[in-house]
């Protein structure tokens, strides 16, 4: 069966390549301007090899040339195909390599006559449908054939498809959506290229068509001054006006952009018309003498030789304003563009119009270089698009297919230590293994073997993980590792992130709450702390050691400015602006395993703790970022700029305890910090003493300068105690009732 299939390609494609041989390959450009009604003159490969035979010398593009030659081997690989018929020493890959260079050649061909020759948009509505057969059936056997090899590189890996179909039925399994590596790099560089070549297209054809354009224009606008000038200066003299025009008849021939004609077209109305005194209510005469024409008369259409007088107003306007200047009269029945200039006799009372000279462009003329570059960059797009295809079909196969085999080991290695761990597999060295067949020398051939080294190290532990093991584990963590020690607490919590993570999808919410985390947890690390733990937006951090104090404010201070660079991003980008409460206290504490036989965690309880906790929660009361208890000052010894906040009692307590607020370290503070203190200080001592005047002028004072909002609540309280006084005996203690 595969032997009559072989059989039948080389037949069909020997048949095929003799057949492209007859058929037109192209066409010649049109002749502009030219009829609406001509069709292009189509040309196969043969009638330019016949041309050759003949002398004749078919193009001047000498690459385009080569490329024909070339395509002779249309019917040697017609022959060629043939012959391998009855030679079986011949293979299929052979003749898969001698087609697919022929067919390359003849794209290419194809190709390079289209950019060369296509100069109007008329060239492709009235091309030879034959000739579009001959390169869309080209192009299908080009991608079958690139299609096929690929595809037969691919099945020749039996063991990666064997992978691939069980990893497949494991996702179906699970019901989970799966977009695999492949895919993703297929997309991801495809799109990367499509978005590239779409702006590079875009902006090299705007800023050509706007050169083109100008350039253009410039020309027309001059050429019709110049007919309007020269009618001027000859004052309407026959002569020297019917000479110019006969040279403007011989250069047009020789042009680039020849135009189809220039027209003057005046009017025998003898009222002075001065273009100075000419407004919307002046009603101008019809202009309807076809005084004279660099075309044939007898052809011009009858409603081309006269202007209205409603359109020689419009025209007047233009020239007045001078958007004549900027853009022709577009014509988009007729598709044409004029450009168009008063004619005009210079009198001592102003330019008396005459009437108008006409510069007539057909606009595929016009545009026709335009054009030709639209052709050339979409050609070479969409080439560079399918050579990218095909590229990154063959990249993502050569990342993926390790990446494949990698993925299959290791879920099997996974199925293999689900089901010990279940109890349902042996407990043993030689349960579970792990197949490192990946060749790569690269990051994923690394990774297979870090992954085979960490199942090694599984199952070296696997003989010892045993139900007897854990239970005493569990005793013993409980027994032995719990102790007191003197430790310092800094707890964070991000103001608001419950309602900035509502209507966020949960992965946003998630990337959103690690980059902070993440960034708290390595200023903390660097301070010389340990993490405890994360309660969603809360960070749990204690220090030990005799710095322990002041490496936890350093780590505050640190992490108070972290925010603040987070913040200027959020102001430029938009995005959310986040904020941090701090609260540090210090302490003894029991440190050791807590939690159930089944589920153990290290960590600290005690007094201490909880007032640290409650110590960042009391920032909401003040308005402030970071808090430190009074054990945490006296610790400090004058190195950080501290202010005495309040004296309090937090929920739960019914000691009170001395805050204060860490406004800077004291080589970094600046006159303004010390300013702050003292003022605010002032005002609280103050406030103590129920001398509400004095107190309310330094938090006054603070508010107006610094818009301290600290100060802006004691200016609440003094505002309420002034209508209900506080008792005999107040000692200044402030009760705060939120956590």
Same mark, same amino acid.
């Given at each position: 069966? $595969?032997?009559?299939?072989?059989?039948? #390609?080389?037949? *069909?494609?020997?048949?095929?390549?003799?057949?492209?041989?007859?058929?037109?390959?192209? !066409?010649?450009?049109?002749?502009?301007?030219?009829?609406?009604?001509?069709?292009?003159?189509?040309?196969?490969?043969?009638?330019?090899?016949?041309?050759?035979?003949?002398?004749?010398?078919?193009? +001047?593009?000498?690459?385009?040339?080569?490329?024909?030659?070339?395509?002779?081997?249309?019917?040697?690989?017609?022959?060629?195909?043939?012959?391998?018929? *009855?030679?079986? =020493?011949?293979?299929?890959?052979?003749?898969?390599?001698?087609?697919?260079?022929?067919?390359?050649?003849?794209?290419?061909?194809?190709?390079?006559?289209?950019?060369?020759? !296509?100069?109007?948009?008329?060239?492709?509505?009235?091309?030879?449908?034959?000739?579009?057969?001959?390169? @869309?059936? !080209?192009?299908?056997?080009?991608?079958?054939?690139?299609?096929?090899?690929?595809?037969?590189?691919?099945?020749? &890996?039996?063991?990666?498809?064997?992978?691939?179909?069980?990893?497949?039925?494991?996702?179906?399994?699970?019901?989970?959506?799966?977009?695999?590596?492949?895919?993703k790099v297929l997309v991801t560089i495809l799109s990367t290229i499509i978005v590239i070549l779409s702006a590079f297209t875009f902006f090299i054809l705007r800023d050509y068509h706007s050169m083109i354009t100008e350039s253009v224009s410039n020309t027309g606008r001059a050429q019709a001054e110049q007919a309007a000038a020269v009618y001027d200066s000859a004052d309407g003299m026959n002569d020297k006006i019917s000479k110019f025009f006969d040279e403007q008849r011989e250069s047009n021939k020789y042009s680039n952009t020849p135009y189809e004609r220039i027209d003057i077209i005046i009017t %025998?109305?003898?009222?002075?018309?001065?273009?100075?005194?000419?407004?919307?209510?002046?009603?101008?005469?019809?202009?309807?003498?076809?005084?004279?024409?660099?075309? %044939?008369?007898?052809?011009?259409?009858?409603?081309?030789?006269?202007?209205?007088?409603?359109?020689? @107003?419009?025209?007047?306007? &233009?020239? +007045?304003?001078?958007?004549?200047?900027?853009?022709?009269?577009?014509?988009?029945?007729?598709?044409?563009?004029?450009?168009?200039?008063?004619?005009?006799?210079?009198?001592?009372?102003?330019?008396?119009?005459?009437? #108008?000279?006409? /510069?007539?462009?057909?606009?595929?003329?016009?545009?026709?270089?335009?054009? +030709?570059?639209?052709?050339? /960059?979409?050609?070479?797009?969409?080439?560079?698009?399918?050579?990218?295809?095909?590229?990154?079909?063959?990249?993502?196969?050569?990342?993926?297919?390790? @990446?494949?085999?990698?993925?299959?080991?290791?879920?099997?290695?996974?199925?293999?230590?689900?089901?010990?761990?279940?109890?349902?597999? =042996?407990?043993?060295?030689?349960?579970?293994?792990?197949?490192?067949?990946?060749?790569?020398?690269?990051?994923?051939?690394?990774?297979?073997?870090?992954?085979?080294?960490?199942?090694?190290?599984?199952?070296?532990?696997?003989?010892?993980?045993?139900?007897?093991?854990?239970?005493?584990?569990?005793?013993?963590?409980?027994?032995?590792?719990?102790?007191?020690?003197?430790?310092?607490?800094?707890?964070?919590?991000?103001?608001?992130?419950?309602?900035?993570?509502?209507?966020?999808?949960?992965?946003?919410?998630?990337?959103?709450?690690?980059?902070?985390?993440?960034?708290?947890?390595?200023?903390?690390?660097? %301070?010389?702390?340990?993490?405890?733990? *994360?309660?969603?937006?809360?960070?749990?951090?204690?220090?030990?050691?005799?710095?322990?104090?002041?490496?936890?404010?350093?780590?505050?201070?640190?992490?108070?400015?972290?925010?603040?660079?987070?913040?200027?991003?959020?102001?430029?980008?938009?995005?959310?602006?986040?904020?941090?409460?701090?609260?540090?206290?210090?302490?003894?504490?029991? #440190?050791?395993?807590?939690?159930?036989?089944? &589920?153990?965690?290290?960590?600290?309880?005690?007094?201490?703790?909880?007032?640290?906790?409650?110590?960042?929660?009391?920032?909401?009361?003040?308005?402030?970022?970071?808090?430190?208890?009074?054990?945490? #000052?006296?610790?400090?010894?004058?190195?950080?700029?501290?202010?005495?906040?309040?004296?309090?009692?937090?929920?739960?307590?019914?000691?009170? /305890?001395?805050?204060?607020?860490?406004?800077?370290?004291?080589?970094?503070?600046?006159?303004?910090?010390?300013?702050? &203190?003292?003022?605010?200080?002032?005002?609280? %001592?103050?406030?103590?003493?129920?001398?509400?005047?004095?107190?309310?002028?330094?938090?006054?004072?603070?508010?107006?300068?610094? $818009?301290?909002?600290?100060?802006?609540?004691?200016?609440?309280?003094?505002?309420?105690?002034?209508?209900?006084?506080?008792?005999?005996?107040?000692?200044?203690?402030? $009760?705060?009732?939120?956590?």
């Amino acid at each position: 069966m $595969n032997n009559i299939k072989a059989l039948c #390609f080389r037949i *069909f494609s020997a048949l095929y390549l003799g057949a492209l041989f007859f058929l037109p390959i192209s !066409a010649l450009p049109l002749s502009l301007p030219s009829d609406k009604a001509s069709i292009p003159q189509t040309f196969s490969v043969l009638s330019f090899a016949a041309g050759l035979l003949k002398g004749k010398e078919l193009f +001047q593009n000498f690459p385009l040339t080569i490329l024909l030659l070339c395509l002779l081997l249309l019917p040697a690989g017609s022959v060629f195909l043939i012959i391998s018929l *009855f030679l079986k =020493k011949i293979s299929r890959k052979i003749c898969l390599i001698v087609i697919f260079i022929i067919i390359s050649l003849y794209l290419v061909t194809s190709v390079a006559c289209m950019i060369e020759f !296509a100069n109007t948009i008329r060239w492709f509505l009235k091309l030879n449908p034959l000739v579009y057969f001959c390169a @869309l059936s !080209a192009l299908f056997c080009h991608v079958g054939i690139t299609g096929f090899v690929i595809n037969f590189y691919r099945t020749r &890996r039996s063991r990666m498809n064997d992978l691939i179909r069980q990893t497949q039925k494991s996702r179906n399994s699970k019901k989970k959506l799966f977009v695999s590596i492949r895919t993703k790099v297929l997309v991801t560089i495809l799109s990367t290229i499509i978005v590239i070549l779409s702006a590079f297209t875009f902006f090299i054809l705007r800023d050509y068509h706007s050169m083109i354009t100008e350039s253009v224009s410039n020309t027309g606008r001059a050429q019709a001054e110049q007919a309007a000038a020269v009618y001027d200066s000859a004052d309407g003299m026959n002569d020297k006006i019917s000479k110019f025009f006969d040279e403007q008849r011989e250069s047009n021939k020789y042009s680039n952009t020849p135009y189809e004609r220039i027209d003057i077209i005046i009017t %025998n109305d003898s009222t002075p018309y001065y273009i100075e005194n000419i407004d919307s209510s002046v009603k101008l005469p019809d202009y309807d003498v076809f005084a004279y024409t660099t075309g %044939n008369p007898g052809k011009v259409p009858e409603d081309e030789k006269s202007i209205s007088s409603e359109k020689a @107003l419009e025209y007047v306007k &233009r020239y +007045q304003n001078g958007s004549y200047r900027k853009e022709p009269v577009y014509d988009k029945v007729k598709k044409t563009c004029l450009y168009i200039h008063p004619v005009t006799f210079s009198r001592k009372a102003g330019q008396r119009i005459k009437g #108008f000279s006409i /510069v007539r462009y057909r606009t595929e003329i016009l545009m026709k270089a335009y054009f +030709q570059t639209q052709v050339f /960059v979409f050609t070479l797009s969409a080439i560079f698009l399918y050579i990218v295809i095909i590229i990154t079909v063959l990249l993502s196969d050569f990342i993926a297919t390790p @990446l494949i085999y990698l993925r299959a080991n290791v879920h099997e290695s996974t199925n293999q230590l689900s089901s010990i761990l279940s109890g349902g597999g =042996k407990v043993g060295y030689e349960s579970l293994a792990f197949n490192d067949d990946i060749k790569s020398r690269d990051e994923i051939g690394e990774l297979s073997v870090e992954i085979k080294d960490l199942v090694s190290l599984i199952r070296g532990v696997i003989p010892y993980l045993s139900n007897s093991t854990l239970k005493y584990a569990d005793r013993e963590a409980a027994s032995k590792l719990s102790v007191t020690k003197e430790l310092c607490f800094l707890f964070t919590d991000i103001r608001g992130f419950t309602s900035m993570c509502e209507g966020r999808p949960a992965k946003d919410v998630v990337s959103l709450l690690n980059h902070y985390l993440d960034l708290e947890s390595e200023i903390i690390i660097k %301070n010389h702390g340990d993490i405890d733990k *994360f309660v969603g937006d809360e960070v749990m951090a204690f220090f030990a050691g005799p710095r322990k104090e002041y490496n936890a404010c350093k780590a505050a201070m640190e992490i108070r400015a972290a925010m603040r660079e987070a913040q200027k991003a959020s102001l430029k980008d938009g995005s959310d602006y986040v904020s941090m409460g701090i609260g540090i206290n210090s302490g003894k504490v029991t #440190f050791g395993s807590v939690g159930s036989k089944n &589920r153990m965690d290290f960590t600290s309880i005690g007094d201490a703790v909880n007032l640290a906790a409650r110590l960042e929660g009391v920032n909401k009361a003040y308005g402030s970022k970071a808090i430190i208890s009074e054990a945490v #000052f006296e610790k400090l010894n004058g190195a950080f700029i501290c202010r005495e906040l309040d004296y309090i009692t937090v929920k739960g307590k019914t000691e009170p /305890v001395r805050i204060y607020e860490i406004l800077q370290k004291k080589e970094d503070a600046s006159l303004k910090i010390y300013d702050i &203190r003292d003022k605010f200080e002032s005002g609280l %001592n103050a406030y103590r003493r129920q001398n509400w005047d004095k107190a309310e002028a330094s938090f006054k004072e603070c508010v107006s300068l610094y $818009n301290d909002m600290p100060s802006i609540i004691f200016l609440d309280r003094i505002r309420h105690f002034r209508k209900s006084p506080p008792e005999k005996n107040w000692d200044g203690v402030f $009760n705060i009732k939120i956590k």
